[in-house]
């Protein structure tokens, strides 16, 4: 492993940049309305925040619909990308919508070459 350095050009190859954003609240936004998107918007994803409104609203509508099966399918969707962010953001392997690491506290970024 190399450690990676921080750059103030936020593309620079080997750099990583850790995000200005709040763990804390990244961690709990995710982990309470997680399968809202919520999190997301915090972060800067609005693409990746609709997709889950959108999740969210089809598993509400097909269960209302008597769907019952295409319900249970959205929300396994909904719920299983919900976590994969959370353990994401948790081991502080997850970037803001600027491309920076959201770090855990006393993390430090570094490189993987294989």
């Known amino acids: 492993m190399t450690e990676a350095f921080v750059s103030s050009q936020p593309g620079l190859p080997g750099s990583l940049q850790p995000s200005s954003k709040s763990y804390a609240t990244a961690v709990m936004l995710s982990s309470i309305f997680g399968f ?3 999190q997301h918007f915090y972060l800067r994803r609005p693409l990746e925040g609709l997709l889950d409104v959108g999740l969210s609203i089809g598993w509400i509508w097909s269960f209302a619909a008597s769907e019952v099966l295409l319900g249970v399918t959205l929300l396994a969707l909904d719920l299983v990308h919900a976590f994969v962010v ?5 081991t502080g392997n997850f970037k803001d919508g600027d491309g920076r690491v959201v770090c855990y506290p006393g993390q430090k970024l570094v ?4």
């Open 36 to 38: 809202l998107g919520i």
């Open 111 to 114: 490189i993987h070459r294989g």
């Open 86 to 90: 959370t353990v994401m953001l948790l």
